[in-house]
C-alpha cells in the first residue's frame, strides 16, 4: 500500500517548547488526519483537513494541509508534559476510498 | 460523534488458540474497520467490514486466519484464529465518524494481545 513518511521518528524536548513534525508522501491525498495515542489506548483524533493550503488549529495545536497535497505539518506549542506520547498522521487518497493510510509515528516525550 | 466499546481490553492466549473481540458502537455506521498494530509499530489496516457483505481484506491478511463477523450495523467481531507469537499486537477497531464535531475516524481503545 501507499507509505506516509513521517518525520521524526522520535522527539526529546523540554517543556514550554515548541514542536513541529509531518508527514510526506508521493502521492496526493485528499484528507489529512493527525491522531495521538496514549499508551493502552487507541489513537484519538487532534485535527482533520479537507482541502490543500488550509491551516487548521486545535488549542495549541496547529496543523496545515500542503498546497502539493502530498504532505502536511503539525505543530504543538508550548509543550506540556501531558502532551507526551506518539503522533500518527494518517491519509486518504481518491483511489483507496475509506480505507487510511498511517505514517509510522512520531514518539514525543516532554521533559519537565 | 461515535464513542466506540471495544473488548477484551487485554488479553494472554495460549497458542493455537483463537480470541474474539468486539467492537460495539453507540450508532450505526457503514463500515467498521479492523486494524493491528504490531509493537512499536504502526497501524495496518486488516479488512473492512460491511454489514450485509462479506469483509474486504488487505494484502496480507485472510479469511481464515482473521474471520470477522458485522451482523448489524452497530457491532463487529475480529476473530484472530490459530494463534501464534507473531499474533502478539494491539487490535483496534475504527468506524468512519468524527468526535467532538470534527469528521474523521474513531478508534476503540484497542485489544492488546499476547500470545505464549
Known amino acids: 500500500g501507499q507509505q506516509l513518511n513521517q518525520s521524526p521518528q522520535s522527539m526529546f524536548i523540554q517543556e514550554g517548547e515548541d514542536v513541529s513534525m509531518n508527514c510526506t508522501s508521493s502521492s496526493i491525498f485528499n484528507t489529512w488526519l493527525w491522531y495521538k495515542q496514549d499508551p493502552g489506548e487507541g489513537p484519538v483524533l487532534l485535527i482533520a483537513l479537507y482541502k490543500a493550503g488550509e491551516l487548521t488549529s486545535n488549542g495549541r495545536l496547529t496543523a496545515q494541509f500542503g498546497i502539493t497535497r502530498k504532505d502536511s505539518f503539525l505543530n504543538i506549542s508550548a509543550s506540556i508534559p501531558s502532551d507526551v506520547g506518539i503522533y500518527f498522521c494518517?491519509?486518504?487518497?481518491?483511489?483507496?476510498?475509506?480505507?487510511?493510510?498511517f505514517g509510522e509515528g512520531t514518539q514525543l516525550t516532554v521533559n519537565p | 460523534s461515535a464513542v466506540i466499546s471495544q473488548k477484551p481490553s487485554r488479553d494472554i492466549c495460549q497458542r493455537g488458540t483463537s480470541l474474539t473481540i468486539q467492537c460495539q458502537v453507540d450508532s450505526q455506521v457503514t463500515m467498521m474497520f479492523w486494524y493491528r498494530q504490531q509493537p512499536g509499530q504502526s497501524l495496518t489496516l486488516i479488512a473492512t467490514?460491511?454489514?450485509?457483505?462479506?469483509?474486504?481484506?488487505e494484502s496480507g491478511f485472510v479469511i481464515d486466519k482473521f474471520p470477522i463477523s458485522r451482523p448489524n450495523l452497530t457491532f463487529s467481531t475480529l476473530t484472530v484464529s490459530n494463534m501464534s507469537p507473531e499474533d502478539s499486537s494491539i487490535y483496534l477497531c475504527?468506524?468512519?465518524?468524527?468526535?467532538?464535531?470534527?469528521?474523521?475516524?474513531?478508534f476503540g481503545s484497542g485489544t492488546r494481545l499476547t500470545v505464549v
Open positions: 467490514a460491511n454489514q450485509g457483505s462479506e469483509a474486504t481484506y
Open positions: 475504527s468506524v468512519e465518524k468524527g468526535t467532538g464535531g470534527v469528521y474523521g475516524y474513531t
Open positions: 494518517a491519509g486518504l487518497q481518491e483511489t483507496s476510498g475509506s480505507r487510511l493510510t
